[in-house]
């Protein structure tokens, strides 16, 4: 049974998709996830088992979370029933449960699975609660999301969380030689020929996604041409015209903007330009607001280069402005511009890390007045109590540097900025030694 989702027969006499029509049916006939359905792994143990616990699959797409779901509520002969998360809510969430119930009057107990359950908010994730706890239906969700970030902490202490990898090419290919050689669910009852690569080629294309695989492998078949014979013949063009351009994996409100940010700044930290323009690719081509690459650009010229080079931060902030007039397409050009200074100049977190013990004794000793030679005394009371009495003025002294303290006493011998030896702030530090002496 399936409730508020897809039919995967949903008009008599139609037939589906490859990809639906190659779904395995038993363990044994899946491809891949060797680390969960491996011999003595735990979805095999718990197959072999019978009892069936409530999960949540993350992984990407097309990597056999649906599948694994059915197969597990089939072999427990429980009652399953799917429904997408995009579709459905509270209200349908409260019939399963009572259909669920009436099922659990007979024996038989019922697999909800849940499509896309990060797109389920709070109180529809709370619906399911009551009925996981008291074992009133098996819960299994899917998530191409974190779902530390995504699923409710009291519903994810109820479910055991399975982490799903995208395919590797090996698999992959496995699984569209399935599907060319299977006469009944797959293509194996056409008469075909595929060019040497062209298995190769969709296979990396697809980036681990056997979904996108096997659709293209079928749209390939669809817009072969045929000789006299009916022979379809896939060509390498043929197949390229079949991918087109996949979309990059890239959510920019999900984990992987994050991977993929967080990439970016650290190849840039690393001093390694082609890493970071690698990742500014994929980020420009994901559709990523330029303007906050910009701004993560802005706050790296502090945060990495700071004083090591002035001028980095001049530079980030005329790439942003520069984004910002241009605009996108020709965008990226000063995107790639200012990736390539940051990344190969000289580092340091010097006057990052400086604010930072500051911050520290600041939270340590809490408001510390100041000494009063260095207060204003802008009236008569302020003169007399001691305010700014005994300050010297830096630019009557040589070089204008002159030994007075600045901060409270409780702080003097506290030091926070100390200059790198890389690149301008090694001047700084000459300069500041040379002040002390």
């Not at 802005?298 to 090591?308: K, P, R, T």
């Not at 004794?361 to 802008?378: E, T």
Request: glycine share 10%.
């Amino acid at each position: 049974m399936e409730l508020f989702g897809r039919e995967e027969y949903s008009k008599p006499g139609a037939r589906p998709p490859l990809a639906g029509r190659m779904r395995p049916k038993r363990i044994d006939e899946f491809v891949g996830q060797g680390h969960l359905v491996g011999e003595g792994r735990f979805l095999n143990s718990i197959l072999k088992k019978g009892d069936l616990p409530s999960l949540i699959l993350w992984g990407p797409p097309g990597t056999g979370k649906t599948t694994i779901a059915r197969i597990l509520a089939g072999a427990s002969g429980a009652e399953f029933v799917e429904f997408s998360a995009v579709l459905s809510g509270v209200k349908e969430i409260r019939e399963v449960v009572k259909e669920a119930k009436e099922n659990l009057k007979s024996g038989k107990k019922t697999v909800l699975f849940v499509d896309e359950i990060h797109r389920f908010n709070k109180a529809q994730q709370d619906a399911f609660l009551h009925s996981v706890e008291d074992g009133t239906i098996t819960l299994i969700g899917a998530t191409t999301e974190n779902p530390s970030f995504e699923v409710n902490g009291p519903l994810l202490s109820r479910c055991k969380v399975l982490v799903l990898e995208g395919l590797s090419q090996e698999s992959i290919r496995k699984i569209l030689d399935r599907a060319l050689k299977d006469r009944d669910r797959g293509l194996g009852g056409l008469a075909h020929r595929i060019d040497e690569g062209v298995e190769e080629f969709i296979a990396d294309g697809s980036h681990g996604d056997a979904r996108a695989a096997l659709n293209c492998l079928e749209t390939a078949f669809m817009i072969a041409g045929t000789d006299g014979s009916g022979m379809r013949h896939i060509t390498m063009d043929v197949a390229v015209e079949a991918m087109q351009k996949k979309a990059l994996l890239y959510d920019k409100s999900g984990e992987e903007h994050y991977n993929v940010i967080s990439a970016f700044i650290k190849s840039m930290r690393g001093s390694d330009p082609d890493s970071a323009l690698y990742w500014l690719a994929r980020m420009v081509e994901a559709g990523e607001d330029p303007l906050f690459i910009a701004r993560r650009m802005v706050i790296f010229a502090s945060e990495d280069i700071g004083n090591a080079d002035p001028r980095a931060l001049s530079v980030a902030l005329s790439i942003k402005e520069a984004v910002d007039f241009v605009g996108m397409p020709e965008g990226w050009i000063p995107l790639a511009h200012g990736v390539t200074y940051l990344a190969t100049a000289p580092k340091s977190n010097a006057s990052y890390t400086a604010y930072l013990d500051a911050l520290e004794d600041v939270k340590k000793y809490g408001a510390l007045p100041a000494p009063l030679h260095i207060r204003n005394a802008p009236t008569r009371l302020m003169k007399d109590l001691g305010y700014s009495k005994g300050y010297k003025y830096p630019h009557d002294f040589k070089g204008a540097v002159v030994e007075q303290d600045y901060r409270p006493p409780e702080l003097k011998d506290r030091a926070y900025y100390r200059p790198s030896e890389r690149g301008y702030e090694k001047e700084i530090r000459e300069r500041m030694e040379k002040g002390k002496k």
